[in-house]
C-alpha cells in the first residue's frame, strides 16, 4: 500500500539528475519514477513499449518527454530517500493538522503511532521559546 503524496514543488532536496526529471514530467511523477525505479537502470525509449517498468509507471508521453530530453538510451536512475521521507513526513503533519489521529497516520503511512507522533513534533514551535536572532 503505497500513499499518494500530494503536490509540491520543493525541487531542493533531489539528486541533481532527479530534479532534471523533475523539470520535465514534474515532481509527482519523477519521485513516484524514483520510488519504483530509483538504483536501477531504466531504459528511455521515444516508442515505449508495453512491458517498459518506467513507462508503466509514469506513462508513455512522460516517458516520450524524457526520451526528448535526455536522448534514447539507459539512465541511472537516482534514489531520493531524503525527499521521499520529506514529503512523507509533510503529508503526515498535513493530516495532523486536519484533524487525523496518530492512529489513523500511522496506518496510512505503515508506522507506529509513536513515529507519527514524532513527526509531528519535530515541526512543532514552542511559543514560549524567544527567538535568538530576534530582530524587534
Given at each position: 500500500?503505497t500513499?499518494e503524496?500530494?503536490?509540491?514543488?520543493?525541487?531542493?532536496s533531489?539528486?541533481?539528475?532527479?530534479?532534471e526529471i523533475?523539470?520535465?514530467?514534474g515532481?509527482?511523477?519523477?519521485l513516484?519514477?524514483?520510488?519504483?525505479c530509483?538504483?536501477?537502470?531504466?531504459y528511455?525509449?521515444?516508442?515505449?513499449k508495453p512491458?517498459n517498468?518506467?513507462a508503466?509507471?509514469i506513462?508513455?508521453?512522460?516517458?516520450?518527454?524524457?526520451?526528448r530530453h535526455f536522448r534514447?538510451?539507459?539512465l541511472e536512475m537516482?534514489?531520493?530517500?531524503?525527499?521521499q521521507?520529506?514529503r512523507?513526513?509533510?503529508t503526515i503533519?498535513?493530516?495532523a493538522?486536519?484533524g487525523?489521529?496518530?492512529s489513523?497516520?500511522?496506518?496510512?503511512?505503515?508506522?507506529?503511532?509513536?513515529?507519527?507522533r514524532?513527526?509531528?513534533?519535530?515541526s512543532?514551535?514552542d511559543d514560549?521559546?524567544?527567538?535568538?536572532f530576534?530582530n524587534?
Amino acid at each position: 500500500m503505497t500513499t499518494e503524496l500530494p503536490p509540491s514543488n520543493d525541487a531542493a532536496s533531489l539528486p541533481p539528475v532527479l530534479a532534471e526529471i523533475a523539470d520535465i514530467i514534474g515532481i509527482t511523477a519523477a519521485l513516484k519514477l524514483a520510488a519504483e525505479c530509483g538504483g536501477t537502470y531504466i531504459y528511455i525509449s521515444a516508442k515505449p513499449k508495453p512491458d517498459n517498468r518506467a513507462a508503466q509507471v509514469i506513462g508513455a508521453d512522460a516517458m516520450r518527454a524524457l526520451a526528448r530530453h535526455f536522448r534514447a538510451g539507459i539512465l541511472e536512475m537516482p534514489i531520493a530517500t531524503h525527499a521521499q521521507l520529506h514529503r512523507r513526513n509533510e503529508t503526515i503533519r498535513a493530516g495532523a493538522q486536519q484533524g487525523l489521529s496518530q492512529s489513523q497516520l500511522a496506518r496510512r503511512h505503515r508506522m507506529t503511532a509513536r513515529h507519527v507522533r514524532r513527526i509531528c513534533a519535530d515541526s512543532a514551535v514552542d511559543d514560549r521559546q524567544i527567538d535568538l536572532f530576534d530582530n524587534d
